[in-house]
Protein backbone atom coordinates (compact mmCIF):
# COMPACT_ATOMS: atom_id res chain seq x y z
CA UNK A 1 0.00 0.00 0.00
CA UNK A 2 0.92 3.63 -0.51
CA UNK A 3 2.09 5.89 2.24
CA UNK A 4 1.15 9.52 2.31
CA UNK A 5 3.98 11.05 3.71
CA UNK A 6 7.05 13.80 3.01
CA UNK A 7 8.24 12.00 0.06
CA UNK A 8 5.21 12.39 -1.99
CA UNK A 9 5.57 16.24 -1.62
CA UNK A 10 8.90 15.52 -2.70
CA UNK A 11 8.35 13.63 -5.67
CA UNK A 12 5.57 15.98 -6.95
CA UNK A 13 8.43 19.07 -6.07
CA UNK A 14 10.52 16.69 -8.08
CA UNK A 15 7.88 16.42 -11.12
CA UNK A 16 7.12 20.06 -11.02
CA UNK A 17 11.12 21.04 -11.03
CA UNK A 18 11.87 18.58 -13.93
CA UNK A 19 8.67 19.54 -16.03
CA UNK A 20 10.13 23.25 -15.21
CA UNK A 21 13.66 22.20 -16.77
CA UNK A 22 12.96 20.39 -19.23
CA UNK A 23 10.38 23.02 -20.73
CA UNK A 24 13.14 25.49 -20.70
CA UNK A 25 16.07 23.20 -21.78
CA UNK A 26 13.90 20.95 -24.41
CA UNK A 27 10.27 21.66 -25.15
CA UNK A 28 10.55 25.88 -25.76
CA UNK A 29 13.90 25.18 -28.61
CA UNK A 30 12.11 22.34 -30.09
CA UNK A 31 8.50 24.50 -30.12
CA UNK A 32 10.62 27.13 -31.45
CA UNK A 33 12.28 25.08 -34.24
CA UNK A 34 9.03 23.84 -35.42
CA UNK A 35 7.19 27.81 -35.47
CA UNK A 36 10.32 28.51 -37.32
CA UNK A 37 10.10 25.80 -39.70
CA UNK A 38 5.93 26.07 -40.42
CA UNK A 39 7.01 29.92 -40.97
CA UNK A 40 9.30 29.02 -43.73
CA UNK A 41 7.21 26.58 -45.27
CA UNK A 42 4.34 29.16 -45.77
CA UNK A 43 6.95 31.85 -46.82
CA UNK A 44 7.90 29.10 -49.38
CA UNK A 45 4.12 27.85 -49.79
CA UNK A 46 3.84 31.78 -50.92
CA UNK A 47 6.57 32.18 -53.12
CA UNK A 48 5.33 29.37 -55.15
CA UNK A 49 2.02 30.85 -55.65
CA UNK A 50 3.43 34.05 -56.51
CA UNK A 51 6.05 32.42 -58.97
CA UNK A 52 3.10 30.47 -60.73
CA UNK A 53 1.02 33.53 -60.44
CA UNK A 54 3.74 35.29 -62.22
CA UNK A 55 4.47 32.64 -64.86
CA UNK A 56 0.42 32.36 -65.65
CA UNK A 57 0.76 36.09 -67.10
CA UNK A 58 4.11 36.29 -68.77
CA UNK A 59 2.57 32.59 -70.41
CA UNK A 60 -0.53 35.09 -71.14
CA UNK A 61 1.51 38.24 -72.02
CA UNK A 62 3.53 35.74 -74.52
CA UNK A 63 0.42 34.43 -75.95
CA UNK A 64 -1.25 38.31 -75.87
CA UNK A 65 2.22 39.17 -77.66
CA UNK A 66 2.19 36.41 -80.08
CA UNK A 67 -1.52 37.20 -81.18
CA UNK A 68 -0.74 40.49 -81.71
CA UNK A 69 2.43 39.88 -83.84
CA UNK A 70 0.55 37.42 -86.03
CA UNK A 71 -2.63 40.10 -86.72
CA UNK A 72 0.40 42.22 -87.62
CA UNK A 73 2.35 40.30 -89.86
CA UNK A 74 -1.20 39.24 -91.78
CA UNK A 75 -2.10 43.25 -92.08
CA UNK A 76 1.67 43.76 -93.13
CA UNK A 77 1.52 41.11 -95.25
CA UNK A 78 -2.02 42.33 -97.16
CA UNK A 79 -1.00 45.58 -97.14
CA UNK A 80 2.63 44.38 -99.50
CA UNK A 81 0.53 42.10 -101.27
CA UNK A 82 -1.78 45.51 -102.33
CA UNK A 83 1.14 47.19 -103.21
CA UNK A 84 2.75 44.59 -105.20
CA UNK A 85 -0.43 44.60 -107.31
CA UNK A 86 -0.59 47.89 -107.51
CA UNK A 87 3.17 47.82 -108.78
CA UNK A 88 2.14 44.60 -111.07
CA UNK A 89 -0.68 46.88 -112.67
CA UNK A 90 1.40 49.88 -113.50
CA UNK A 91 4.28 47.56 -114.84
CA UNK A 92 1.78 45.53 -117.13
CA UNK A 93 0.07 49.32 -117.90
CA UNK A 94 3.58 50.73 -118.61
CA UNK A 95 4.31 47.50 -121.03
CA UNK A 96 0.98 47.71 -122.95
CA UNK A 97 1.58 51.27 -123.61
CA UNK A 98 4.92 50.43 -124.95
CA UNK A 99 3.87 47.81 -126.97
CA UNK A 100 1.05 49.65 -128.68
CA UNK A 101 3.94 52.87 -129.42
CA UNK A 102 5.69 49.71 -130.96
CA UNK A 103 2.98 48.30 -132.48
CA UNK A 104 1.75 52.01 -134.00
CA UNK A 105 5.48 52.33 -135.48
CA UNK A 106 5.23 49.10 -137.16
CA UNK A 107 2.21 50.10 -138.51
CA UNK A 108 3.38 52.99 -139.81
CA UNK A 109 6.54 51.69 -140.86
CA UNK A 110 4.20 48.71 -143.23
CA UNK A 111 2.40 51.56 -144.32
CA UNK A 112 5.03 53.11 -145.41
CA UNK A 113 6.85 50.20 -147.15
CA UNK A 114 3.90 49.27 -148.80
CA UNK A 115 3.66 52.92 -150.11
CA UNK A 116 6.96 52.60 -151.40
CA UNK A 117 6.46 48.86 -152.68
CA UNK A 118 3.53 49.92 -154.43
CA UNK A 119 4.70 52.86 -155.96
CA UNK A 120 7.94 51.20 -157.35
CA UNK A 121 5.83 48.41 -158.43
CA UNK A 122 3.66 50.91 -160.23
CA UNK A 123 6.02 52.29 -161.89
CA UNK A 124 7.33 48.41 -163.32
CA UNK A 125 3.59 47.30 -164.05
CA UNK A 126 4.60 48.30 -167.88
CA UNK A 127 7.37 46.37 -168.15
CA UNK A 128 5.70 43.35 -165.72
CA UNK A 129 2.97 43.64 -168.59
CA UNK A 130 4.86 43.18 -171.44
CA UNK A 131 7.09 40.91 -170.25
CA UNK A 132 3.90 38.77 -168.98
CA UNK A 133 2.33 39.80 -172.63
CA UNK A 134 5.27 37.89 -174.15
CA UNK A 135 5.24 34.95 -171.68
CA UNK A 136 1.41 34.19 -172.82
CA UNK A 137 1.62 35.22 -176.53
CA UNK A 138 4.73 35.07 -177.50
CA UNK A 139 6.08 37.49 -179.74
CA UNK A 140 7.23 40.95 -178.85
CA UNK A 141 4.46 43.88 -178.31
Known amino acids: MIKLDWTIMVQIVNFVFLIFILNIVLYKPIRNILLQRKAKMEGLEDSIKDSTQEAGDKDQAFSEGIKQARVKGQKEKERLMKAAASEEREIIDQINAKARQDLEKLKAKIALD????????????????????????GRAA
Open 114 to 137: TASVKASLEKEVDAFADSITKKIL
